[in-house]
């Protein structure tokens, strides 16, 4: 991974110096393009020798759901031709730590066994930019196999306070 984190901090850098007045619209579409170019159908169908760049760069156009402006387009054209389409995930994870360094913030995933209701979430996001000092851009994803609780990952940091990971510390506690 780290030859793709090579090849994808160039244009990372790029797309945050071209987007410094608009960041948060630019990482809007960006995360998006992202999410398209990582299905694995597209970059079989984005590698057929049969397939132009113009086919692909159409075909993503069309799935994105937010309207591209000049500089997306541009943007995208620019990763498509040059072979790169593989590494717009990495691209965006990078140009969202950028973002994120800029605005001295972290992103936080929430992994919950169940729905977590806004106010709740609000609340826990509030704990947790305490807890870790920052401001925090928290997203929720499920995981039933947690079976309650949370599980908290900001950056290389682990917060887990799930029934799982409680479980699994009793079966450590009771088998040494």
Known sequence: MAEL???????AEALYKASAGDLAAVSTWVDELAAVAANAQLLQFAD??????????ELIAGVAKSALGDKGQNFLRTVIDNGRLSALPEIAAQFRALVNAQSGSSDAVVYSAFPIEPAA?????????????????????????????IRVVVGDEVLDT?????????KVALTA
Request: aromatic letters at 6%; glycine letters at 6%.
């Open 5 to 11: 984190a090579t090849i994808a901090r160039p244009y």
């Open 162 to 170: 799930s029934v799982k990971a409680r479980l699994e510390q009793m």
């Open 48 to 57: 057929s020798p049969k397939v132009t760049s113009t086919q692909v760069f």
């Open 121 to 149: 979430l609000a609340d826990v996001a509030a704990t947790l930019e305490k807890r870790f000092g920052r401001k925090l851009n928290v997203s929720v994803e499920l995981q039933p196999e947690l079976i309650g609780g």
